[in-house]
């Protein structure tokens, strides 16, 4: 009899015993955040991902969602080529994710994409605007605008509120982002009778861009485009004041970072560039965003990177309500059908191409300070 009923409650234990990793691997929704948190595009990364943390730790102090606390994985990319897709790979075969948020650079997310895809995970991209991000397939979606529409903005603005009719291109052509931005804007100015008076090109990581300025101040343009990252964008600004370059400069979204105003000292004074958000909109979501960020994050002010990252959080979790179970294939649909989702960059539809629709803002440097200038909704 006792050697039955040892046997019997050693089965129950161990069946008891190989249940408890199945019952924690449910406690958790696992989520995957890749970026790059240092290296030469740091500044993107790491501010997408205080946004990211702040938003996981705020659901989480709510109970979670469908019952169960977030779990955040993030990994860094290093700003380097081929890390992002090392990175997403394991998030999906080693640490189960139900999603993916990334990543900044569109560069990061093409390599990204086409892994999600074909694991059926979705990703969910938090600031990389080319149009073939979203075309990998129907598993990938971004919360931020899309190029063809934020050049459409940069090439109205500078037409109309700038004055500009002699434009200069400057490209760096190793970045996809800028070449779709710099060929949407080329475009749509020269379809507003501007004129691109001269275009020239530079690789990601160069510093010294004398040769092409030079080139530029001959041709004697009233606005350089610039359609590169921060750090390219403050030294251009910088090397051609240095040449004596009077011209108006502006960017895209690629400048939104701190760095911009750190790099680029008084050269970047009088400067614009596209942009998510506005720190000085009066918006509800924009104000308890920023009060929140500043206590989290040592008084720090967000910028627009952190917001899109926290705004991709909370739409994946709107989502997974509504879906009301991780199955990625019906958290997929739910993602898709996000309509007017009241998001800190503004309301979010996620369209049939699976982009936001949303606005963009115009922001330029004054007084070492990024200021609103206006807003352009789709």
């Not at 990601?204 to 485009?225: C, M």
């Not at 610039?226 to 011209?247: F, M, P, V, W």
């Amino acid at each position: 009899m006792f050697p039955r009923l040892l046997r019997f409650l050693s089965a129950a234990l161990f069946g008891a015993l190989w249940l408890v990793p199945a019952v924690r691997a449910q406690d958790s929704i696992k989520l995957g955040h890749y970026g790059a948190f240092t290296g030469k595009d740091g500044a993107f990364g790491s501010a997408a991902r205080k946004g990211v943390i702040l938003a996981v730790e705020e659901v989480n102090a709510a109970g979670g969602v469908l019952g169960r606390p977030l779990e955040l994985f993030s990994e860094d990319n290093q700003s380097k080529q081929g890390e992002s897709a090392t990175i997403v790979k394991k998030f999906i075969a080693r640490d189960k994710v139900v999603a993916v948020l990334g990543g900044n650079a569109s560069t990061n997310s093409l390599e990204a994409a086409p892994i999600c895809q074909n694991a059926r995970v979705p990703m969910i991209a938090i600031s990389s605007t080319n149009p073939r991000v979203t075309e990998m397939g129907d598993y990938i979606f971004r919360v931020c605008f899309i190029d063809p529409f934020q050049g459409a903005v940069l090439a109205k603005f500078a037409h109309g509120r700038l004055g500009a009719r002699r434009v200069a291109i400057l490209t760096s052509v190793s970045n996809p982002y800028a070449v779709g931005l710099s060929n949407v804007f080329r475009k749509q100015f020269t379809a507003a009778a501007g004129e691109i008076v001269a275009e020239q090109r530079y690789a990601e990581g160069d510093k010294d861009f004398r040769a092409q300025l030079t080139a530029i101040k001959a041709a004697g343009p009233d606005a350089i485009f610039a359609s590169g990252y921060y750090t390219e964008g403050a030294l251009i600004c910088k090397q051609a004041r240095d040449l004596g370059i009077s011209a108006i400069i502006f960017g895209g979204d690629g400048w939104e970072a701190p760095e911009l105003i750190t790099l680029g000292g008084a050269a970047v004074e009088g400067t614009y560039y596209s942009a998510h958000y506005s720190k000085d909109s009066p918006a509800p979501e924009v104000v308890n965003f920023i009060k929140k960020f500043r206590t989290r994050w040592n008084g720090e002010t967000p910028d627009g990177i952190s917001a899109n990252g926290y705004d991709a959080v909370l739409l994946f979790v709107a989502a997974l309500r509504r879906a009301g179970t991780t199955e990625t294939v019906r958290l997929r649909e739910a993602l898709a059908a996000t309509k007017d989702f009241a998001g800190v960059t503004g309301r979010i539809t996620i369209d049939a191409q699976r982009n936001a629709a949303k606005p963009a803002v115009i922001l330029t440097v004054k007084d070492g300070r990024f200021q609103f200038v206006e807003s352009v909704a789709p």
